[in-house]
């Protein structure tokens, strides 16, 4: 196991090296000029854009600046945001912590009701819940999340006034600590499920036809002869086999998630790196676009390693045959 997690750390160095190279190439054929950007709609004469263009490096060729950019990167320093004039892993730390209280709510909520909703659609001989399971996952899957959000904006927000629409806290609480965890909770409430929404049918869907196939095996038919109840076999036989699909989906659409929560924050105004990343992209702040970005593939490439890990503890045969090379 660890030669395996050894080969795949190494493995997602020229993917994140591809990513830089990608995102900083993009972005330099993008429409627009980020010092006019900088200095707005103000008038500005050549000789003041000029030395703004020669203070950020601008002035130099493509690939000197994409190589000074890569030495910054193999040291960790993700560089300067234009617009704010402040390290762009500052405004990634002040961000970050946002959005993973965002993701990994709506990921623990999709996995708990997928599995849930899954398992018992499997086990049901019912053909009308199989049918609502499959449209739900569907529709889920069809459904576009800014769209979405804005509808349950209009509904729980506007027309019931229920939930807030906007940030992370209200502006008029005072609450500090532990007491300002209700005020969390109600403005994480509609994006987490916006953003959980796609993945609960993705992951509903797979456990029902993984209980289905999991129902039919022998050792199965083995326990229902020895005696076993129907909910003792479900329970020890058929839930922990049918979820060894839904951990994959869970672990590798972990990406899917963080690139839906750049829509899912720019609608509900959640202070993330999402919202970071619209903002940077809408102001030609390409450092900060590229770091937000490498962030992300980082964060999606450690979560996919993760998932190996955990697939290997919960299935011992992938333990085997990592251990040997691949050769179980």
Do not use: C
Not at 217 to 228: D, H, I
Not at 250 to 272: D, M
Not at 274 to 289: F, K, M, P
């Amino acid at each position: 196991m660890l030669r395996f997690t050894a080969r795949r750390l190494l493995h997602a160095i020229p993917l994140l090296f591809g990513v830089v190279t990608l995102m900083f190439f993009l972005l330099q054929l993008a429409p627009g000029d980020p010092i006019q950007a900088l200095i707005g709609d103000y008038p500005a004469t050549p000789e003041y854009i000029a030395q703004v263009t020669e203070a950020y490096g601008l002035d130099q060729p493509l690939l000197v600046r994409y190589w000074e950019y890569l030495q910054q990167i193999f040291t960790l320093n993700l560089g300067e945001s234009l617009a704010g004039r402040v390290p762009v892993a500052d405004l990634i730390a002040d961000r970050l912590g946002n959005t993973l209280i965002l993701t990994v709510t709506a990921m623990t909520f999709a996995a708990i009701v997928g599995v849930a909703v899954g398992v018992w659609a499997g086990v049901s001989r019912s053909r009308w819940l199989d049918h609502l399971v499959t449209g739900v996952a569907v529709g889920s899957l069809s459904i576009p999340m800014f769209w979405l959000g804005q509808m349950l904006v209009l509904i729980f927000a506007i027309k019931w006034s229920v939930l807030p629409s906007q940030g992370m806290y209200s502006t008029r609480s005072t609450a500090e600590g532990l007491d300002r965890l209700p005020d969390l909770l109600s403005h994480l409430l509609l994006p987490a499920l916006v953003l959980a929404m796609r993945e609960i049918g993705v992951v509903a869907r797979i456990v029902r036809t993984s209980v289905h196939d999991t129902l039919t095996l022998p050792y199965v038919e083995t326990a229902r002869a020895k005696g076993f109840s129907r909910a003792t076999i479900i329970r020890r036989h058929v839930v922990r086999n049918s979820l060894l699909p839904a951990v994959t989906v869970i672990g590798y659409n972990f990406g899917f998630v963080l690139a839906g929560s750049v829509l899912v924050e720019t609608v509900f105004g959640w202070p993330g790196m999402g919202q970071l990343l619209y903002e940077s992209i809408r102001n030609r702040d390409n450092a900060v676009t590229i770091g937000v970005v490498l962030l992300i593939a980082v964060a999606v490439v450690l979560v996919n390693l993760l998932t190996d890990l955990v697939y290997g503890l919960v299935d011992p045969r992938i333990r085997v045959g990592a251990g040997t090379g691949g050769r179980a």
